[in-house]
């Protein structure tokens, strides 16, 4: 069985990351998926304990399969500043 959740994020105008959290359960997979609705393409940093960089592009989106991750917080840079995070060990959703 291949479970995991989604993790779905929107970068705004400015880099200003939507929701600015989200949670998931721990050790389940994580599918983090980034669109952008803005005219910049952005660098978008994911500081899980094997950190993730995903280059999104103007109005275009990534993605990235995270294997199951301990309960804890961990944080998102767009552009080199926090703009959000990852609430891992709750139940799902923004």
């Not at 803005?38 to 899980?48: F, Y």
């Not at 109005?59 to 301990?70: C, E, F, K, W, Y």
């Amino acid at each position: 069985m291949n479970a995991r959740a989604p993790a779905s994020f929107v970068i705004r105008a400015g880099g200003k990351l939507s929701p600015a959290s989200v949670s998931a359960p721990a050790f389940l997979a994580l599918q983090v998926s980034i669109d952008s609705t803005d005219a910049s393409s952005h660098q978008v940093k994911l500081r899980t304990p094997t950190p993730r960089t995903l280059t999104v592009s103007s109005h275009g989106r990534a993605s990235v399969l995270i294997p199951g991750l301990r309960s804890g917080a961990y944080a998102i840079d767009v552009d080199g500043m926090l703009r959000g995070s990852l609430l891992i060990g709750g139940e799902p959703g923004p």
